[in-house]
């Protein structure tokens, strides 16, 4: 058995004994994790201690958006407010980002990426998105649009629900 067989095997096994398991969604979510978690791993040995993913994300984000709340960097990031913070302090500490009084309003605080923390993201993100290059090549054309597009039906179908509860 393999890593990648062992979905295959776990679909035989859980049917006899988890009678009450949705066997194709459990294998399908178990492929989906398997695949994203061999990709991003790959991918992320392209950080080289340089910068954390979460790091990367929110040099992208600031660097794309400009100056930004924290709620904001949260939301666009897909982070906690207390881990966009807390990663947000680190990023300041290390001279990335700079936090900076709203004018308007004597509450908030913008955060805005440093010229430091842009020549950073740049130069780490050039590595990562060659290695996302190579794995995105590896898919026929017009695949990548239909996992694409799948999934962003799936994860607005989650963001729908979430809002109703």
């Known amino acids: 058995m393999t890593y990648w067989s062992f979905v295959e095997h776990f679909s035989k096994v859980a049917n006899d004994r988890m009678p009450w398991l949705d066997v194709d969604a459990a294998a399908f979510f178990m492929t989906l994790h398997r ?90 993100y050039r590595d990562y998105n060659a290695r996302e290059s190579l794995w995105f090549s590896r898919l026929e054309p017009g695949e990548a649009e239909v996992i694409k597009t799948a999934l962003s039906r799936l994860a607005s179908s989650v963001s729908g629900a979430r809002r109703r509860n």
């Open 35 to 124: 695949a994203f978690e061999l990709i991003v791993y790959d991918i992320r040995g392209e950080l080289d201690q340089r910068l954390t993913p979460a790091g990367l994300r929110v040099l992208i984000v600031l660097s794309s958006a400009g100056q930004l709340t924290l709620l904001r960097v949260a939301e666009l990031t897909g982070m906690s407010r207390a881990a966009a913070s807390a990663l947000l302090k680190r990023l300041e500490a290390e001279k990335l980002v700079t936090r900076t009084p709203a004018e308007n309003d004597g509450r908030s605080i913008l955060i805005e990426a440093t010229t430091e923390g842009k020549q950073l993201m740049e130069t780490v």
